[in-house]
């Protein structure tokens, strides 16, 4: 088949420049650059400014106005935990966590990943207002952790990527329990109680078999969003909750599926062409017949999942780097750097991951409750184990949960750049020269 022009120059190159795995990677780490340069140059009141401006959603006295800054933190970043929830739902349906035996791995180590850091961090901000920074470290981007280990190239096993995709989801869903229990403001029974009929009406609709995604559009956004949003818990929550009432089940089987398809396509191929590019009415209905069985054949769940990852990647997160990580330097950088609200996300990131998921793994390979995956060296674990103290996303969204006092926030910034450079470059050091 001839390719047009502009398919050749222009769409083929840029859909594979979406589908690189490393790519994602690399434009979150240039939005986090470009923001760093904005805050730190002659732009830099422009800057802050601009995510300050409010803008409001309702009418007449039902009207929420919240910052640039709020609704990217709380609307957008929605988007991105309603797709780790769709990764997550399935994941434990079909994935690395479905098997208990198989999951029980990653999980662990993800729960060590997550409790060591946090120890970690308190063990130098035992009381007082930076205290409550204890979950930052806790996180991982999994974004950027897979982004190296594809920039690693053959060298890595596939089971390595599965196991660090197991451990990162994990440790989200750790994370969004963490903000879900700990870092909610106070909350409104009735806008919660609202929110669980709008949960309720979800659940039902998948038990009964919807399956339009509008549907479920409008109540987990319209309804379940918006109430968590006046609850007081972090309107984040819903995104993740709304995926997991998205119907992972389809309507037509596989044999049936292939059935249909080789009849349908039979038909079109004995269909009598109109000799012109225009099909002709009964080719259009044999199409319109594939695209019905095609869309029955899989699942809301992965139709979604898979039509909303690109968004995610290549909008809502480069958008969340350029709002987040905007750190002006001002003042003796040096004395940010080694304060304890740093030190305690360095040393947690870096050390309390690394030595949180070795320790997790170790007990549980050494008392034979779960085995290494097959292919895989204690090397490799060490490698994962650093990369996944790159924790870029997640911690700096739960840095703006945890602290009011903007130097406690600059200095946590700090530190979870710091900690996801050393972090991100010595796994990647490990695992190359395997």
């Known amino acids: 088949m001839r390719l047009d022009p502009i398919d050749k120059i222009l769409i083929l190159p840029i859909t594979r420049f979406i589908n690189n795995s490393t790519t994602s990677g690399i434009l979150l780490f240039a939005s986090a650059i470009v923001a760093l340069i904005l805050a730190n140059s002659p732009l830099k009141e422009a800057y802050h400014h601009f995510w300050e401006h409010t803008f409001s959603i ?89 982004g190296i280990l594809y920039m690693i190239g053959d060298k890595v096993p596939t089971s390595l990527k599965v196991f660090l995709t197991a451990l990162a989801i994990a440790d989200d869903l750790g994370a969004v329990l963490v903000i879900a229990f700990f870092y909610t403001s106070e909350i409104s029974s009735i806008s ?32 379940l969003w918006m109430a968590f949003l006046l609850s007081g818990i972090h309107a984040t929550i819903a995104g993740v909750i709304a995926a997991l009432t998205i119907p992972a089940n389809v309507k037509i ?41 095609s869309k029955a054949a899989l699942t809301p769940l992965q139709r979604l999942e898979h039509s909303m990852h690109p968004m995610v990647a290549y909008v809502v997160m480069p958008i969340f780097a350029l709002a987040n990580a905007g750190i002006t330097f001002s003042g003796d950088i040096s004395e940010n750097i080694v304060s304890n609200v740093s030190l305690g996300v360095i040393l947690g990131l870096v050390i309390g991951k690394f030595v949180g998921i070795v320790t997790m793994t170790k007990i549980l390979v050494k008392f034979k409750i779960a085995e290494l995956p097959e292919g895989l060296q204690w090397k490799h674990i060490y490698g994962v184990a650093l990369i996944a103290g790159v924790g870029f996303t997640m911690s700096l969204f739960i840095t703006d949960l945890a602290f009011d006092n903007e130097l406690y926030i600059i200095q946590a910034k700090i530190g979870i750049f710091i900690a996801s450079l050393i972090s991100g470059f010595g796994g990647f050091l490990i695992l190359r020269k395997l």
Do not use: C
């Open 58 to 146: 309702g009418y007449d006295e039902f009207r929420i106005t919240k910052s640039l800054h709020h609704w990217i933190n709380d609307g957008l970043m929605s988007i991105f935990f309603f797709v780790i929830g769709l990764e997550l739902k399935r994941e434990i349906i079909a994935g690395s966590l479905s098997k208990p035996k198989d999951a029980l791995l990653p999980i662990f180590a993800g729960l060590g990943g997550m409790i060591f850091p946090a120890l970690l961090y308190l063990t130098l901000n035992s009381s007082g207002e930076t205290n409550s920074g204890w979950g930052i470290p806790m996180a991982t981007d999994i974004a950027f952790a897979l």
């Open 253 to 293: 089987q596989d044999k049936q599926f292939v059935e249909k398809m080789n009849k349908l396509t039979n038909n079109f191929k004995n269909s009598i062409p109109n000799d012109v590019t225009l099909l002709t009415h009964d080719q259009l209905y044999i199409i319109d017949k594939i695209r019905y069985y």
């Open 192 to 223: 919660l109680l609202i929110g669980g009929v709008f949960l309720g009406i979800l659940i039902i609709a998948n038990y009964i078999g919807i399956r339009n995604i509008f549907f479920y559009g409008l109540i987990g956004i319209g309804g």
